[in-house]
């Protein structure tokens, strides 16, 4: 649906970086840790006070609302945040709205059933977090995902879930998705390009 353009956007530590990923692009990130990956991540969903300009497309971050753009250029964050008591609670649309469940089928799709909306969020374990999160953030249909470690706390079937679930999202909607990734693997299997950060610089990989 849509592609991101960054234009001398510098996150806090960075240089400034221009990047451009096409609608449907997916590239990942890695670096050390402490390098600025969660950092860069966060500037680009406007997060964070940072210099420079990001698009989608054609409309640029300082046009829009905040909220708006939050929205479309939606974050996984690695640590998920839970502001109320319920799971189910946290999701903008009930499911079952005219005979369609699409917050069903997410949730299918990650392995959980429509009981796990009920659950309270104290009981969720780290991966049940992650995954429902994903959940939470693919039912507010963003164009853009930011993605940190999206797979980091899954045993390997959930892991393939996830990917599956992300590759389709990202195909069907056309989203151009920039993922946070340690997992050599993990890149092998979906592909895209690789972006490295080191000493303070983003660099695009041989
Ligand atoms: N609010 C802040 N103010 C100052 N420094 C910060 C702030 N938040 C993070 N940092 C520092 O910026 C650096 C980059 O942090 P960031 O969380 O982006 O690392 P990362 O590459 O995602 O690491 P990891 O792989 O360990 O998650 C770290 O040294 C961190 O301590």
Redesign the pocket.
């Known amino acids: 649906m849509a592609g991101l353009r960054l234009d001398r956007l510098q996150p806090?530590?960075l240089r400034p970086i221009d990047l451009t990923l096409a609608a449907s692009e997916l590239a990942f990130v890695s670096?050390p840790?402490?390098?600025?990956?969660?950092?860069l991540l966060r500037a680009i969903a406007d997060l964070d006070p940072h210099p420079g300009e990001a698009w989608l497309d054609d409309q640029r971050r300082s046009d829009l609302a905040p909220p708006e753009w939050r929205r479309r250029v939606g974050l996984l964050p690695?640590t998920t945040h839970w502001w109320a008591e319920r799971v189910g609670e946290h999701f903008p649309t009930p499911p079952g709205v005219n005979g369609e469940d699409p917050l069903g089928r997410l949730l299918e799709q990650l392995g959980l059933g429509p009981e796990t909306l009920e659950w309270t969020v104290a009981r969720l374990s780290t991966g049940e977090r992650q995954r429902l999160a994903l959940v939470r953030l693919l039912a507010n249909a963003p164009e853009v995902l930011l993605l940190d470690e999206a797979t980091a706390n899954l045993d390997p079937l959930n892991q393939t879930r996830v990917e599956g679930l992300i590759q389709d999202y990202r195909t069907r909607h056309r989203a151009a998705v920039l993922w946070v990734s340690h997992d050599p693997g993990q890149r092998r299997r979906l592909g895209g390009r690789h972006l490295v950060i080191e000493a303070g610089r983003l660099e695009a990989t041989p």
């Open positions: 806090h530590g670096g840790s402490g390098s600025g990956k969660s950092l690695a």
